[in-house]
């Protein structure tokens, strides 16, 4: 007769190991639009883009043309974002709020992959009665083009620019509202 401690162990064994393995489970199936979504932690400085100005030119959500130029002129704040980032969902009221106070432009750039994604919550937004002069651009839109490297793989990445459209600062991650007051500074 088999010890009766025999399925035990290897039931905890093969726990241990799904434990372990879920990790790179996640990573090997999850596309670029959910890995992003992981928690965000602190907002964390990155250099790249700063120092150069950003071109931006794409089809906004209510599909007319627009081109980052036209925004010249004020301090703009830019943010890379998708609909399965909760902390991008979140900051949004507070986007809303400051680009109807009309001191700075601001740019959201939903990076899903899917446009129905991005359709549904705009179609949620709409239903709640918001309206904003918030300009939302989808990178998956035909005619989408940006200058950066590539697409922000951290969400929300949020790219603070001068008057004149020269990235001033990028931040990856949860940004807090002194971010929000260090781009109405900007000239």
Not at 54 to 76: C, H, I, N, V, Y
Not at 159 to 181: H, M, P, Y
Request: charged letters at 20%; hydrophobic letters at 40%.
């Amino acid at each position: 007769m088999p010890p009766t401690h025999c399925p035990r162990v290897i039931r905890l064994t093969c726990a241990t190991l799904l434990c372990l393995s879920m990790p790179a489970l996640w990573a090997q199936t999850a596309g670029p639009s959910r890995t992003a979504s992981a928690p965000a932690a602190a907002a964390a400085p990155s250099q790249e883009g700063v120092g150069s100005t950003l071109e931006l030119r794409g089809r906004t959500a209510e599909d007319r043309a627009f081109d980052l130029q036209s925004a010249r002129g004020k301090p703009t704040l830019v943010m890379y974002w998708n609909v399965a980032c909760l902390v991008c969902k979140t900051k949004m009221p507070d986007l809303r709020k400051l680009a109807d106070a009309g001191a700075i432009n601001v740019i959201t750039v939903a990076t899903d992959r899917d446009g129905k994604d991005l359709a549904a919550y705009m179609k949620v937004l709409s239903a709640t009665g918001a309206s904003s002069k918030l300009v939302q651009v989808w990178t998956g839109a035909p005619g989408y083009k940006d200058s950066l490297a590539s697409t922000p793989q951290r969400m929300p990445t949020t790219l603070l620019l001068d008057a004149k459209g020269t990235v001033r600062e990028r931040i990856e991650g949860r940004f807090d509202d002194a971010a929000l007051s260090r781009v109405g500074a900007l000239k």
